[in-house]
C-alpha cells in the first residue's frame, strides 16, 4: 500500500497539506503499515498523473487507487474496521456545522493585508466550533471516543495556530481565549495519530507564504 502526497521543500520529504496529514492520522489510528511517498509535480508517477489528474493525496492498494481524502479514510475504515471510529447522525451534524474553517482561514491568511471582515468570518468559525465542544460528552467533538472528524479537523487547526503565530498573532490570542477550543486543542495535538505524522511548522509556513505570494 502506497500514499502519494505532496512534498516539502526539499522535494522528498513530507509536505505541508493538511488533507494528507489526515489520511496519514487515520493510518497511524489503525496501525496500518503504508508507505508514504512525497511528490513534486515533476516526480508524480505517470499513471496518477495521466488517470487521475495528479490529485494527491492518492492511495493505491493493489488495483484500488483513491484520490480524495474522505474517500480515502472512509475506504481504510471500511477495509480496516478496527478500532472503530464513534460514528452516526451526531458526527454528521457536527461535521457540517463547522466545515467553514478551513475556508475561512484559507480566505484569511492568503490576504497579505489585514481585512477586519476576513478575521471577523474566521473568528466566527471558530465560536462555533467553541461551542459544539461545550455541549461535547467528552474531550473530543463528540464524546470521550474520537471520530474521523477530529481527525480531519486536527491538521487544518494545527495550520490555523501556526499561520496566525507567524502572520496574525493579535488574531491567535484572539482564538485561544475560547477556553473549549484551547483545550481541545492541546487534546488534539497531543493525540498519537496527529502527533505522529506532523511536521515542522516552517514547512507550514513554506506552503502558505506562497500562497500568499500569489
Not at 489510528?29 to 494527491?56: F, S
Not at 477550543?181 to 511536521?199: G, P, Q, R, V, W
Request: with cysteine; charged share 20%; aromatic share 8%.
Amino acid at each position: 500500500m502506497e500514499l502519494y502526497i505532496k512534498a516539502g521543500p526539499d522535494g522528498q520529504s513530507v509536505g505541508d497539506c493538511p488533507f494528507a496529514h489526515f489520511v496519514r492520522s487515520v493510518l497511524a489510528y489503525k496501525g496500518v503499515q503504508c508507505q508514504v511517498v512525497p511528490c513534486t509535480q515533476e516526480t508524480k508517477p505517470g499513471w496518477l498523473v495521466a488517470d487521475h489528474g495528479g490529485k494527491m493525496p492518492c492511495l493505491k492498494n493493489k488495483e484500488d487507487i483513491i484520490t480524495e481524502s474522505g474517500d480515502i479514510a472512509a475506504y481504510l475504515d471500511k477495509t480496516f474496521p478496527e478500532p472503530a471510529f464513534f460514528a452516526g447522525p451526531q458526527v454528521d451534524q457536527i461535521s457540517a456545522k463547522i466545515t467553514g474553517i478551513f475556508p475561512a482561514l484559507a480566505k484569511f491568511v492568503k490576504t497579505v493585508e489585514f481585512q477586519p471582515e476576513l478575521e471577523e468570518k474566521l473568528l466566527s468559525e471558530i465560536e462555533t466550533l467553541d461551542k459544539v465542544l461545550g455541549s461535547s460528552q467528552g474531550k473530543f467533538l463528540c464524546c470521550d471516543t474520537i471520530t474521523m472528524v477530529d481527525l480531519s479537523l486536527a491538521p487544518k487547526l494545527l495550520h490555523l495556530t501556526t499561520t496566525l503565530a507567524a502572520f496574525s498573532p493579535n488574531t491567535l490570542e484572539k482564538v485561544m481565549k475560547m477556553e473549549n477550543f484551547s483545550k481541545y486543542l492541546n487534546t488534539m495535538m497531543s493525540h498519537d495519530a496527529i502527533s505522529s505524522c506532523s511536521y515542522p511548522s516552517e514547512v507550514i509556513l513554506w506552503g502558505w507564504t506562497q500562497a500568499r505570494n500569489k
